[in-house]
């Protein structure tokens, strides 16, 4: 039986559930921009225009990671029903954790390439200034451990959505109710 919840204390807040959700769309949409980029040409506009695409969105998923952390952590974590077992509330946060750093970390990281490789970005119409000096060589480093990153990434997104299918289909518990726009 999955439980039914009642109450608004047992559900994040809508305007959490907005920002959880559409942060989804906007990682499907950083991932397509990279791994779609390869069917145009190098220099071609459809090629710059997934590249200039991708890195709006990493930064508007860094924007609003603000928002998220301040929705998020203004208000209490509703529990879950039934509640786990602690060993699956400790690798939810560590999973969480890792999300967080994901979409603090790569965006910034995409900064730092853009500035070694010179490539100017504007973003809402704001030229971003340069966060280090020109270095090739750096910024293929940092490319390949954005790249890492990506991989991770699948990884950490994959543990979670499979996770919250587990609690919603196997557990039948609230874990994934939380986060809807059900009442």
Known sequence: MTTKLSTPEQRYSKLTVAIHWLTVLLFIAVYVSMEFRDIFERGTPGRDLMKTSHY???????????????????????AIVPPQPHWQHMLAKAVHLGLYGLMFV??????????????????????????????????????????????????LIGVHAVAALFHHYLLKDNTLVRMSFKK
């Not at 965006?107 to 970005?121: N, Q």
Request: hydrophobic share 55%.
């Open 56 to 78: 709006w969105i990493g930064l508007t998923i860094l924007l609003l990671l603000l928002v998220r952390l301040i929705a998020r952590f203004s208000q209490p974590t509703p």
């Open 106 to 155: 790569m965006p910034v990281l995409g900064l730092f390439i853009l500035s070694a490789d010179e490539i100017p970005l504007r973003f809402f119409g704001i030229e971003l200034p340069a966060l280090i000096a020109p270095d090739g060589a750096l910024a293929k480093w940092l490319e390949d451990i954005h790249e890492i990153g990506a991989t991770i990434g699948y990884g």
